[in-house]
């Protein structure tokens, strides 16, 4: 009966909360996104199987489909432009900056047929998300052994060109939100060399108009993600791939600049 008792107070409380406190609606969306990612990879799972009977990058198809509606809960939308740069036959790597695990979000937003990720390792292990990670047939790496990526890096090449799929990768190697661009580490552009295939370069804008961790700040916004115009690999030799990663780097980086500077600043939660 306490607890009955309790129920209308805090009912009314949480709203209070979302309105007031800029903290709490941080956390709350938060543990949303986490929780739901993983009903939702749940859900995946029974699916993917059914349509594949196991690890196939056409499961991805199943997973943006039920991953794409999550950005309107989260009050977020998505401004795509450079769609036609995406309509390239036959294999190719795309490549983004990394800013958080909403990256999710816009990757599925704009996701080609027959494209699965090149991810960290100790993603695998991430319960129902880990599993359905798997089954979407992304590419795991153990980014600490130098040794072990490259040699998945290798095998990975060879799949693309036998089984004509598209690999994402994201050339920071980990999580930026400094405003700016990490350096680049090489192994997509070895990837893209090897297999000769074209690099399609992707920009998300800074989500720090909505999104800033250490204030714990997450309101609504807009990404503006941009679509460049594929670089191509052909003729290319490793003694290259400095060039080929610098060129990437400095086209992306005066986007990202350019396309974070226009982003509109967002209304939020007042502070408590």
Not at 100 to 110: A, K
Request: hydrophobic share 45%.
């Amino acid at each position: 009966m306490d607890v009955l008792w309790m129920a209308p107070p805090l009912l009314l409380l949480f709203p209070l909360l979302m309105w007031t406190s800029s903290t709490f609606v941080y956390y709350f969306k938060k543990c949303f996104y986490v929780a739901w990612m993983m009903v939702l990879a749940l859900l995946a799972i029974p699916l993917c199987i059914l349509k594949s009977g196991g690890r196939d990058v056409e499961n991805m198809r199943v997973i943006r489909s039920l991953v794409r509606h999550v950005k309107y809960f989260l009050g977020l939308r998505f401004d795509v432009s450079g769609w036609e740069h995406l309509q390239t036959e036959g294999p190719y790597v795309i490549i983004s900056n990394h800013q958080s695990s909403l990256d999710v979000l816009g990757l599925m937003e704009i996701l080609p047929d027959r494209c699965t990720m090149i991810a960290k390792k100790e993603l695998i292990y991430a319960g129902t998300v880990g599993l359905i990670c798997w089954l979407g047939g992304i590419v795991f790496i153990n980014r600490k052994k130098t040794s072990d990526a490259k040699s998945v890096m290798i095998d990975a090449a060879k799949t693309m060109l036998d089984d004509q799929i598209r690999l994402w990768v994201f050339p920071e190697g980990t999580r930026n939100q400094k405003g700016d661009l990490l350096p680049f580490k090489k192994g997509a552009f070895h990837l893209a060399v090897q297999a000769q295939v074209p690099i399609i370069p992707v920009v998300f804008s800074s989500y720090s108009s909505f999104y800033l961790r250490k204030q714990k700040q997450f309101n609504s916004g807009t990404i503006r993600l941009r679509i460049l115009p594929k670089i191509e690999t052909k003729g290319l030799t490793c003694d290259d791939i400095p060039s080929l990663s610098d060129k990437s780097f400095n086209l992306m980086r005066s986007s990202f600049l350019s396309i974070s500077n226009s982003v509109p600043q967002s209304n939020g939660p007042c502070k408590h």
